[in-house]
T-cell receptor, first 111, second 113 residues
Framework: TQLLEQSPQFLSIQEGENLTVYCNSS?????LQWYRQEPGEGPVLLVT?????EVKKLKRLTFQFGDARKDSSLHITAAQPGDTGLYLC???????????FGGGTRLMVKP | DARVTQTPRDKVTEMGQEVTMRCQPI?????VFWYRQTMMQGLELLAY????????DSGMPKDRFSAEMPDATLATLKIQPSEPRDSAVYFC???????????FGPGTRLTVL
C-alpha cells in the first residue's frame, strides 16, 4: 500500500491570508488528485495532475505535481471562508491501480 | 446531473442491531467503492467492486461487515451485529475505472449507541 502523508493536518487562518498544504509520499504516482470535502458532504474533485512538474491553476488555487511525481502541493491565495473544508490528495500508482487517499488537511478560514 | 445517491443519510441504532446502507452509483460507472470516515482514522477504504464483482474487501471486518452489488444500480453495505465503534460516516463512490476520478455520495452518518 502506498502511503500519502498530508501536512499540516489542521490549519486555521484569517481571511485574506495565503497558505500551502502538502502531500508527500516515497512512492511514484502516475497521477494525483486533489479533493475538497465540505461539512456534511462527500469529497469533490478539484484537479488531477499527471505530468511531473505540472502546475494547474483554479482561480485562487494553484496545484503543483513534484518533478519526481512523489509529492504535490496546493497553494491558496487570499483565502476566503468559502475555502473552509477538508482537502484530500489521492494518488494512482504506476500500474494504474486505484487511488490511495491521504489523511487530509482540515482548513478553517475565519472571516 | 448524474450523482451518487446514498440512503439513509442518517441512522441511529442500538448495539447489536443490523444496519444496511444503500448506494446507487452513477449510471455507466463500473467501479464502486465503500469508505468509512472518522476524525481519528480519516477516509478508510472498506471494499470495492468492478462490474459488480468484489475485488478487494480487505479493509472490512469480515465477521460483521458484508458488501454486495445485487445489480449494477445498487450497492449495499451491511453490518450485523453493529457495535459502537462502527459509528462513522460511510461513503459510497463510483468511477469508470479504479484510477479515475471518484464521485462520492453524500454519505450515511451512522451512530451506534
Amino acid at each position: 500500500t502506498q502511503l500519502l502523508e498530508q501536512s499540516p493536518q489542521f490549519l486555521s487562518i484569517q481571511e485574506g491570508e495565503n497558505l500551502t498544504v502538502y502531500c508527500n509520499s516515497s512512492s511514484v504516482f502516475s497521477s494525483l488528485q486533489w479533493y475538497r470535502q465540505e461539512p456534511g458532504e462527500g469529497p469533490v474533485l478539484l484537479v488531477t495532475v499527471v505530468t511531473g512538474g505540472e502546475v494547474k491553476k483554479l482561480k485562487r488555487l494553484t496545484f503543483q505535481f513534484g518533478d519526481a511525481r512523489k509529492d504535490s502541493s496546493l497553494h491558496i491565495t487570499a483565502a476566503q471562508p468559502g475555502d473552509t473544508g477538508l482537502y484530500l490528495c489521492a494518488g494512482a500508482d504506476n500500474a494504474g491501480n486505484m487511488l490511495t487517499f491521504g489523511g487530509g488537511t482540515r482548513l478553517m478560514v475565519k472571516p | 446531473d448524474a450523482r451518487v445517491t446514498q440512503t439513509p443519510r442518517d441512522k441511529v441504532t442500538e448495539m447489536g442491531q443490523e444496519v444496511t446502507m444503500r448506494c446507487q452509483p452513477i449510471l455507466g460507472h463500473n467501479t464502486v467503492f465503500w469508505y468509512r470516515q472518522t476524525m481519528m482514522q480519516g477516509l478508510e477504504l472498506l471494499a470495492y467492486f468492478r462490474n459488480r464483482a468484489p475485488l478487494d474487501d480487505s479493509g472490512m471486518p469480515k465477521d460483521r461487515f458484508s458488501a454486495e452489488m445485487p445489480d449494477a444500480t445498487l450497492a449495499t453495505l451491511k453490518i450485523q451485529p453493529s457495535e459502537p465503534r462502527d459509528s462513522a460516516v460511510y461513503f459510497c463512490a463510483s468511477a469508470v475505472l479504479t484510477r479515475d476520478t471518484q464521485y462520492f455520495g453524500p454519505g450515511t452518518r451512522l451512530t451506534v449507541l
